[in-house]
């Protein structure tokens, strides 16, 4: 199988070192600058558990059409460059090619088919309909990540915790081609789950990085702090009211209170989250596909969503007073 990674930093690097180590595949990668270098200079590097894991990369280019048709194509850029990405994906895809985004929020397929959302594209993520028309629905599965990972150096990745993939159809149901990427990560060593409603995995991932990652942003409090303020606490919880309507009125249901999540996010102790990291790093945030598109759905539903309203307000004034946001 030929599989291509697009963003080939923490969790990119994570997904192809392990594919690339098993021998499964023929691993390549679209890169530019430091990591392009590293890549061609390394090969596939990963640092676990005591452990370094190096395998070559198959090909790696700034060209998608250096590279050509895959059988696999897995997205692990962060938000803000997925337009970008988008514009330059077509030499990848062919007939059979199945594009994986592994990436955070809420992603530009979401509210394809959902009657109460329309047939407009989510703009906080798709603007102007770029994405959805470079990459046909009919391509996509969806997946959700829950591993965490960082890149000490460009090219060679940390892994922290965590091995847990989620895939599925993104209209719901069973496919052969669901349980072959399932099986092709599997072997690669990844925590897999074929989901049969990945529309739902994504949202209930979604809920709890709504409000933690922009509220640690813009405080830069490790997520234990966070929780430990009863009045953010509570504001936390607000937004994240808002946001399970918003679940209930799209398919989307959350089966748990926001005390519920906040005591499974209070068991990973003082860690900070990825919103966080990117602050300190200087790279630019997420805010669009984990706060600016939930708001959006809301205005589309006409549920109100003031609570929301005030953070992503909040952030999107704190991260572009700093550059980190357009």
Not at 144 to 155: K, M
Not at 278 to 303: H, N
Request: hydrophobic content about 50%.
């Amino acid at each position: 199988m030929k599989v291509c990674i697009l963003g080939a930093g923490a969790i990119g690097g994570f997904i192809g070192t392990r594919l690339a180590a098993r021998g499964q595949a023929k691993v390549s990668a679209l890169a530019r600058g430091a990591t392009l270098d590293a890549l061609r200079r390394h090969g596939w590097r990963l640092q676990q558990g005591g452990e370094s894991i190096q395998a070559p990369c198959a090909a790696v280019s700034a060209d998608a059409a250096e590279l050509g048709v895959q059988d696999l194509v897995v997205i692990a850029v962060k938000g803000p460059a997925l337009t970008q990405v988008a514009r330059g994906i077509a030499p990848l895809i062919g007939p059979q090619t199945v594009v994986l985004p592994a990436m955070n929020g809420v992603p530009w397929w979401f509210g394809h088919g959902v009657a109460a959302l329309g047939d407009a594209p989510l703009e906080a993520v798709d603007p102007g309909g770029i994405v959805g028309a470079a990459i046909p629905f009919e391509t996509v599965l969806g997946c959700v990540v829950h591993a965490a990972a960082f890149t000490s150096e460009p090219g060679l990745v940390v892994h922290k915790m965590g091995a847990g993939l989620i895939v599925g159809e993104p209209a719901g149901g069973a496919s052969a081609r669901v349980d072959t990427v399932a099986a092709l990560l599997r072997e690669a060593g990844f925590d897999v789950t074929a989901s049969a409603d990945v529309r739902r995995d994504v949202w209930y991932k979604l809920w709890g990085n709504l409000t933690m990652n922009p509220v640690s942003a813009i405080t830069g409090a490790t997520a234990d702090r966070v929780l430990a303020d009863p009045l953010v606490r509570a504001f936390c919880s607000q937004a994240m009211g808002e946001a399970a309507a918003i679940g209930a009125l799209v398919g989307c249901p959350i089966g748990q209170t926001p005390e519920d999540r906040h005591a499974i996010t209070a068991r990973l102790g003082a860690f900070k989250t990825s919103m966080l990291q990117d602050v300190e790093a200087g790279r630019p945030v997420e805010l669009d596909a984990i706060v600016g598109a939930v708001r959006e759905l809301g205005q589309r539903l006409g549920q109100p969503t003031p609570a929301i309203d005030a953070l992503f307000g909040l952030a999107r004034l704190f991260a572009r007073e700093r550059g980190l946001y357009q």
